[in-house]
């Protein structure tokens, strides 16, 4: 497999051509989409697009902020979902390219949203290896926000809890960083990792989104409310705010503003949508059934 890894990064040619014949169809497959994605970034991002998903206010189903998602479109496959693509760029060392990226595409849309009167905060998702690269992380972050005139504060960032739990000291650092440069940070699936509050606790983060498994469950079951519930009242004893992922009906959306879930998200709300589609949603004043109110995130 490593090998195969110094073929694409070589960038292809004969040994590239020689190492195909030779492998098998899943490490094949994922060469082929390894070299793809960086002829894209090569093209300047040729096929991708950020999709974004509404965070709503769990008490007033205002619209806070939005959650950028990584979509590509593959010139002949079509497609594909991050889930299948980003461990292909995390195992082939394109994840830092493509995550820059991301980052640049996520300020440069904020900007255009301004520019359109519509103030919206936008998190990105961080994968580990960008944060094992705190310099070029930092330094990203920093041109694309001045490139843009933006505020830091209107950009947050993603990290899932078994990241965030990895190498804690040197993530307490970059997290530490990011922090002073004024990025928000949530903790992303939490529930999922094994992570100590004491731990939790250092860090510069301001939002834990509880993971879509214990939304699921509970209409069903009582572990997962009482999971939900001690989660909710826990962050909200650390200061922390709570957004529950993968929202997708009334009755889970019922549970969770009981409990005083601070922010909603999911698909009973919105699906992640391109940025023109949106702006158009968030620029209504309300929905059909006059339950949205965007009146906190349009500037007039
Ligand atoms: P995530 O950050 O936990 O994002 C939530 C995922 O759940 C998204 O899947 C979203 O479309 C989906 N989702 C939202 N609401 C619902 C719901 O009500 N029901 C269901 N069943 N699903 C819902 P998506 O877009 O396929 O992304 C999957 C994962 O890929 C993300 O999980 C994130 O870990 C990763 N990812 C996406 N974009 C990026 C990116 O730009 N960079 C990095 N490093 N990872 C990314
Ligand atoms: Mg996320
Ligand atoms: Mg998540
Ligand atoms: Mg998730």
Same mark, same amino acid.
């Given at each position: 497999?490593?090998?195969?890894?110094?073929?694409?990064? =070589?960038?292809?040619?004969?040994? #590239?051509?020689?190492?195909?014949?030779?492998?098998?169809?899943?490490? &094949?497959?994922?060469?082929?989409?390894?070299?793809?994605?960086?002829?894209?970034?090569? /093209?300047?991002?040729?096929?991708?697009?950020?999709?974004?998903?509404?965070?709503?206010?769990? /008490?007033?189903? =205002?619209?806070?902020?939005?959650?950028?998602?990584?979509?590509?479109?593959?010139?002949?496959?079509?497609?594909?979902? @991050?889930?299948?693509? $980003?461990?292909?760029?995390?195992? #082939? %060392?394109?994840?830092? @390219? *493509?995550? %820059?990226?991301? $980052? /640049?595409?996520?300020?440069?849309?904020?900007?255009?949203?301004?520019?359109?009167?519509?103030?919206?905060?936008?998190?990105?998702?961080?994968?580990?290896?960008?944060? &094992?690269?705190?310099?070029?992380?930092?330094?990203?972050?920093?041109?694309?926000?001045?490139?843009?005139?933006?505020?830091?504060?209107? +950009?947050?960032?993603?990290?899932?809890?078994?990241?965030?739990?990895?190498?804690?000291?040197?993530?307490?650092?970059?997290?530490?960083?990011?922090?002073?440069?004024? !990025?928000?940070?949530?903790?992303?699936?939490?529930?999922?990792?094994?992570?100590?509050?004491?731990?939790?606790?250092? +860090?510069?983060?301001?939002?834990?989104?509880?993971?879509?498994?214990?939304?699921?469950?509970?209409?069903?079951?009582?572990?997962?409310?009482?999971? !939900?519930?001690?989660?909710?009242?826990?962050?909200?004893?650390?200061? *922390?705010?709570?957004?529950?992922?993968?929202?997708?009906?009334?009755?889970?959306?019922?549970?969770? =503003?009981?409990?005083?879930?601070?922010?909603?998200?999911?698909? *009973?709300?919105?699906?992640?949508? @391109?940025?023109?589609?949106?702006?158009?949603?968030?620029? &209504?004043?309300?929905? @059909?059934?006059?339950? *949205?109110?965007?009146?906190?995130?349009?500037?007039?």
């Amino acid at each position: 497999a490593d090998s195969a890894a110094q073929a694409v990064k =070589r960038g292809g040619g004969n040994g #590239f051509a020689f190492f195909e014949a030779h492998m098998q169809d899943g490490v &094949r497959d994922q060469l082929e989409l390894a070299r793809d994605l960086r002829a894209a970034l090569e /093209d300047g991002g040729a096929g991708l697009a950020l999709h974004y998903q509404p965070k709503v206010a769990g /008490d007033t189903a =205002r619209v806070l902020g939005v959650e950028a998602l990584l979509r590509w479109q593959h010139p002949r496959r079509g497609a594909i979902g @991050p889930n299948h693509f $980003i461990p292909v760029a995390e195992r #082939f %060392g394109i994840i830092v @390219p *493509l995550g %820059g990226w991301v $980052i /640049d595409e996520a300020c440069r849309q904020i900007a255009e949203w301004r520019d359109q009167g519509l103030r919206l905060r936008v998190a990105i998702n961080l994968s580990v290896q960008q944060l &094992r690269q705190p310099e070029a992380l930092l330094q990203r972050l920093q041109q694309a926000l001045q490139r843009h005139h933006l505020d830091a504060s209107q +950009l947050s960032c993603e990290i899932t809890e078994s990241v965030a739990m990895e190498d804690a000291g040197a993530t307490e650092r970059v997290l530490q960083r990011l922090g002073e440069l004024g !990025v928000a940070l949530s903790i992303d699936d939490f529930g999922t990792g094994y992570s100590s509050l004491a731990y939790l606790r250092r +860090l510069p983060v301001s939002q834990l989104k509880i993971d879509r498994s214990f939304i699921q469950d509970l209409e069903t079951s009582a572990d997962a409310r009482a999971i !939900v519930r001690a989660v909710i009242e826990l962050a909200h004893a650390l200061g *922390l705010e709570v957004v529950a992922e993968g929202v997708e009906t009334e009755g889970q959306a019922a549970v969770l =503003r009981a409990k005083r879930c601070d922010k909603l998200q999911g698909y *009973l709300f919105a699906r992640p949508m @391109p940025a023109d589609a949106l702006a158009e949603w968030a620029m &209504r004043p309300h929905d @059909p059934e006059g339950r *949205l109110d965007f009146s906190d995130s349009v500037l007039a």
